[in-house]
């Protein structure tokens, strides 16, 4: 147990790192703008470029590297995001930025996808769930503490120091799971053999019922600040305390999510869109006074941690044989409905109004219910049954 918890740990701490390292970009785009001499929206391809590699390399780069040995695996891949930053931080170059982030990108798969399978080898059996979400902390961390970290560093010194920020917490990282982690060989599985067992209509529902159901929770979640901002006139410290509070919660949800996969998943799954529904639409509701909004916005942070376990376990669950694909597969939905969403969400608020959003979403998450329903009346929970 004590093995198990050091490399749970470990993977923690690599997670955050990582999550820093693709989501601190978020909030430090005037300061790339001006570093590299280039239009915001240039600077912005360093967001979209990540998320659209992501999303094509989480297909099958967690597959070619499953047999290799995860500790030397786990550390090489920390170790590139590190030199990558600490490269970007000194260049003046856009395109050697742009380089050190197109990099990065393409491995970040090898990490995040595969973390999720080793937890389901070393864990046992009613742990799986539960060692998932703590995985998923990490990831939830990197948001809410290396967000403001990177911003803080970006604005009060400067944009090479965001990216020392970096390159320091990736080191400590590949430097810890290098001594740490136990030796542990790769996945013996073959490439094709992974594929064709994942290759079935309840995966495929699977991943559709995903995409759409982030899809909808991004129409709303991508425009979160503008909406804060514009509607319910919330500012500065006001604005940050909001987000904070939506980040603790949001932990807390995880946590919680993870407990409650494991003791009534189907239930957990096909319930979420429709109380999810029910917050936005009190947002919608009250989004224009400031305390009932505060407060939706902590529940809405809840649903968020939640959502974590959601998308990971409905769709590695429909595929158990093939963990790697199937890890490799969420991460791709995710980063498609996170872009589909987004999109959806600019152009109703060009054409409607900020308030749209919600409305947006509501459909969209309903409309999710009926694959993610279909998939309980269907087919057998292949882990746990209700």
């Known amino acids: 147990m004590k093995k198990y918890n050091q490399i749970i740990l470990l993977m923690v701490l690599g997670t955050f790192g990582i999550l820093s390292t693709e989501l601190g970009i978020i909030g430090i785009l005037p300061q790339i703008a001006q570093h590299f001499n280039v239009s915001i929206d240039q600077a912005g391809l360093f967001v979209s470029i990540f998320a659209i590699i992501i999303a094509i390399t989480s297909i099958f780069i967690p597959l070619l590297v499953s047999n290799i040995n995860r500790r030397w695996l786990f550390s090489s891949v920390l170790l590139v995001f590190a030199v990558t930053s600490l490269i970007s931080g000194f260049t003046t170059n856009f395109y050697i930025g742009l380089l050190c982030r197109i990099i990065p990108a393409i491995i970040y798969p090898a990490y995040c996808s595969l973390t999720f399978a080793v937890v389901e080898q070393i864990a046992p059996p009613d742990e799986v769930q539960m060692g998932i979400s703590k995985v998923l902390m990490g990831i939830s961390a990197g948001s809410i503490i290396g967000v403001p970290i990177t911003t803080f560093f970006a604005t009060t010194i400067g944009y090479t120091a965001s990216m020392i920020w970096f390159a320091f917490i990736n080191l400590i990282s590949a430097i810890a799971t290098m001594i740490f982690f136990p030796d542990m060989k790769g996945t013996v599985m073959t490439h094709s053999s992974q594929i064709k067992s994942a290759k079935t209509n309840i995966f495929y529902m699977s991943c559709l019922g995903i995409v759409i159901l982030v899809t909808g929770v991004c129409i709303s979640y991508s425009y979160m600040s503008e909406f804060l901002q514009s509607v319910t006139q919330i500012y500065d410290t006001t604005l940050t305390l909001t987000l904070f509070l939506f980040g603790i919660a949001s932990l807390v949800g995880t946590w919680t999510g993870g407990k409650l996969l494991t003791k009534s998943p189907n239930k957990t ?99 999710s219910d009926i694959f993610l329903y279909m998939r309980v009346k269907i087919y057998e929970n292949p882990l746990v049954n209700d």
């Open 269 to 367: 799954v096909v319930i979420y869109p429709v109380l999810f529904s029910i917050i936005l639409l009190m947002l919608y509701m009250y989004g224009y006074v400031t305390m009932p909004t505060i407060i939706l916005m902590m529940l809405w942070g809840a649903f968020d941690g939640v959502l974590n376990n959601i998308m990971q376990y409905w769709v590695v669950s429909a595929a158990p044989q093939a963990p790697e694909f199937a890890n490799g597969m969420y991460f791709s939905m995710l980063n498609i409905g996170i872009t589909i969403g987004t999109s959806i969400g600019g152009a109703l608020i060009m054409n409607y109004g900020t308030m749209s959003i919600f409305i947006g979403s509501i459909i969209v998450l309903l409309f």
